[in-house]
């Protein structure tokens, strides 16, 4: 059972408490690779997590100078916040200079962490960002013969099936007007592109909008945009061969899976064949897929990939619940979509893309938000994530300067997360420094995700959705309640969470005899049960199976609880 903790260093770390807008490194701080010690490891592997991914590893557009390390200064009219987003990347062989102590020994010090890490029997996942690079892409690390990307480029077309890029001949590139851009550090004069190149989000002109990705370039898989989107896979491009060869590099430095940023941008055909090449030499590396098209879900898994991200389904649904009134009763329209694909989705209600759960752009309240975390978490076997700070409820509160008071904790620029500094406590990572509130909600984490790991109906357990058997004209209430069992042969499991915020909910539950034969429950007159709510133990209930299907589990719940019931016989 895998539960992903992703952990963004820049910001995980970072001990300054006083933070400006838009402030520099020197002024607002930034966490290193050593901030990762091992009593943060400890502390993130006790929650209950098995995989760590770490976000905003690979060098990146940045406006603080590291120049006299060798490392080119970007243009600051080609870089988002005075940090950079972490998904521009200016070599895929290197490793952020921000988070090094010693930024020459910078490399040296990932390999570190990641050795941490493996000794605490954790797994190191990072960010495979294929689609797109910095308009200033320049490795200075990369192996002895490796080509740059654009190096060998014929620039007068826009397509060729050799080049990496795809290119506006005659064109010049006109970046859109900033507001508030910083323009105080690096070069003041204007950045020019002749030709223009195609931005990342396949904008195909010389001028992108600012919702545009106008910092990156289009990285070309040979498909031909021009016309019918004809392909020249065979031979493989050579953006296919010099991709391999940075995911090798990464393997062989013992990360043990990609998370691949928007990989449904890229050509599925890419993915088979690196991901099977790449498996040769690492059988057990894990591909996790940034994908939005359920239309593809199916590809992307014969292609290899081993997760993808369950965002336009269930993620969605259930902030349509929290935040709209959707019907809880429509959780099961998710699954069933699926198409039997539930294990093979990443699930969560964080991640850096989406809006903080505490915020008040969102619930406002965490705990409001836990019965979407826990449908999330334990309807199915695949993955479930969470980001950093959502377990203590940071709420990321403010503008930290390019990204806005928008409720996330921005990729963009220096900034730090209150409540992970409170959790930390000055490194001793005892939470001394939460309040009340914070404690419990760490504490909920820290059991949810921990039955989950080690629990069997959680690991190998099937799924069954109870709400056909409990419409709402029954003792029921649909809208606000969802139920589903997970079991094994040995442990039979009842979860049940009350959506509504403000009100209680009380109800007969019914198990249907179909739930009860699968999960091995008998069905004979006059045997005792009893349910044991595993969130609360002094809450139980003595029943009776063959009674089920009629009279039901009388459960009781106040606003946003959940209970996890655990049945088995008196003996």
Same mark, same amino acid.
């Given at each position: ?153 014929? /620039?007068?077309?826009?397509? $060729?099936?050799?080049?990496?890029? @795809?290119?506006?001949? &005659?064109?010049?590139?006109? *970046?859109?007007? #900033? ?118 879900? /199916?590809?992307?898994?014969? $292609?290899?990939?081993?997760?993808? @991200?369950?965002?336009? &389904?269930?993620?969605?649904? *259930?902030?349509? #619940? ?250």
């Amino acid at each position: 059972m895998i539960n992903i903790y992703q952990l963004f260093p820049r910001v995980f770390g970072n001990k300054t408490t006083t933070p400006e807008a838009n402030g520099s490194i020197q002024t607002n701080g930034c966490g290193k690779f050593s901030d990762i010690d091992n009593q943060a490891i400890t502390a993130i592997r006790d929650l209950g997590i098995t995989h760590v991914w770490l976000t905003g590893i690979i060098r990146h557009a940045t406006l603080t100078s590291y120049e006299k390390y060798g490392i080119p200064d970007c243009h600051p009219g080609v870089v988002k916040g005075r940090a950079g987003s972490p998904y521009a990347i200016t070599d895929y062989y290197d490793v952020d200079p921000d988070l090094a102590t010693n930024v020459d020994e910078r490399l040296q010090e990932f390999k570190a962490l990641v050795k941490r890490l493996h000794q605490q029997k954790l797994k190191v996942i990072i960010d495979f960002v294929g689609n797109h690079v910095s308009r200033q892409y320049q490795s200075i690390a990369k192996p002895t013969g490796t080509p740059d990307f654009g190096e060998f480029d014929n /620039k007068e077309v826009v397509f $060729a099936p050799t080049n990496n890029f @795809y290119y506006l001949p &005659g064109q010049a590139l006109v *970046l859109p007007v #900033i507001e508030n851009k910083i323009t105080d550090i690096n070069s003041h004069a204007e950045y020019h592109e002749m030709p223009a190149r195609v931005t990342g989000n396949d904008c195909f002109r010389a001028d992108p909008a600012s919702t545009d990705w106008y910092e990156t370039v289009k990285l070309n898989y040979g498909i031909d945009f021009t016309g019918e989107k004809q392909t020249f896979f065979d031979p493989p491009p050579p953006t296919w061969n010099m991709m391999l060869d940075i995911l090798k590099y990464w393997a062989q430095m013992g990360v043990d899976g990609f998370r691949a940023d928007m990989a449904e941008m890229v050509p599925v055909e890419f993915w088979k064949y690196a991901i099977s090449q790449l498996r040769q030499q690492h059988p057990e590396i894990i591909m996790i897929a940034e994908i939005y098209r359920p239309d593809l879900y /199916k590809p992307f898994i014969d $292609a290899g990939f081993d997760f993808l @991200y369950d965002k336009v &389904g269930l993620y969605n649904r *259930l902030n349509d #619940i929290l935040r709209y009134g959707q019907a809880a009763e429509s959780i099961s329209i998710c699954w069933k979509m699926l198409d039997v694909r539930d294990n093979r989705m990443l699930r969560f209600m964080e991640n850096h893309d989406e809006v903080r759960l505490a915020s008040q752009h969102f619930m406002g309240n965490p705990f409001k938000a836990l019965p979407a975390v826990v449908v999330s978490a334990l309807m199915h076997r695949g993955p479930f994530m969470v980001y950093n700070g959502q377990e203590c409820g940071e709420k990321a509160t403010g503008a930290a300067g390019y990204s806005g008071d928008d409720g996330r904790t921005s990729i963009f620029d220096y900034t730090h997360m209150p409540s992970v500094q409170a959790w930390i406590n000055d490194g001793s990572f005892d939470g001394g420094k939460l309040n009340k509130d914070q404690l419990e909600l760490l504490s909920f984490y820290r059991k949810l995700l921990t039955m989950r790991r080690d629990m069997p109906a959680f690991q190998t357990g099937a799924f069954y959705d109870l709400m056909w058997a409990n419409p709402w004209y029954t003792d029921f209430d649909p809208r606000f309640v969802y139920a589903f069992m997970r079991f094994t042969l040995n442990q039979r499991l009842v979860i049940v969470t009350n959506f509504h915020t403000t009100e209680s909910r009380s109800m007969r539950l019914n198990i249907p005899i179909d739930a009860l034969l699968k999960a091995d429950i008998p069905i004979e007159k006059g045997e005792q049960w009893l349910a044991v709510n595993l969130l609360k133990p002094s809450e139980k209930i003595v029943f009776k199976p063959s009674e089920l299907p009629e009279e039901g589990l009388k459960i009781s719940l106040t606003p946003s609880e959940t209970a996890i019931y655990e049945l088995h016989p008196i003996y």
